[in-house]
């Protein structure tokens, strides 16, 4: 693995899918919710790099990561994420059920 990155990083994946005619929306979304995700995220321990992006094939991703994942799990219960922007997602016209989104914490294997 990249010597940059601690043996215990774990690379976090959140994939959401929607109705691609929501894109616009969606993607606005992303933009207004990461004023306040930024900062918020930003104060936790253990974070390493974050990525988001959102497809008008309709879906979006947040990877991220962390030196552990005791820090990766943090992110499920900040207020910012799990309530905030989620409620705002689901007044979209998102839905955050199982069908249509995860979250994946992957133990680090390699990097370049």
């Known amino acids: 693995m990249n010597d940059s990155l601690p043996s215990t990083?774990?690379?976090?994946?959140?994939?959401?899918?929607?109705d691609p005619t929501l894109y616009?929306?969606?993607?606005?979304?992303?933009?207004?919710?990461?004023?306040?995700?930024?900062?918020?995220?930003?104060?936790?321990?253990?974070l390493i790099y974050w990525f988001a992006g959102v497809s008008p094939n309709?879906?979006?991703?947040?990877?991220?990561i962390w030196d552990s994942k005791e820090h990766a799990m943090q992110m499920d219960s900040l207020k910012e994420m799990a309530v905030t922007?989620?409620?705002?997602?689901?007044?979209?016209g998102v839905s955050f059920d199982p069908?249509?989104?995860?979250?994946?914490n992957y133990p680090m294997t390699w990097s370049i």
Do not use: C, N, W
């Not at 990083?9 to 929607?18: G, I, M, P, Q």
């Not at 616009?24 to 253990?46: F, H, M, N, R, W």
């Not at 922007?85 to 979209?92: I, K, L, S, V, W």
């Open 99 to 104: 069908e249509h989104a995860t979250i994946v």
């Open 9 to 18: 990083a774990v690379l976090r994946v959140s994939r959401v899918t929607f």
């Open 24 to 46: 616009d929306t969606v993607a606005a979304l992303d933009k207004k919710t990461s004023e306040y995700l930024v900062p918020a995220i930003k104060q936790l321990p253990g």
């Open 85 to 92: 922007a989620r409620a705002e997602f689901t007044e979209a």
């Open 58 to 64: 309709g879906s979006f991703v947040q990877m991220s």
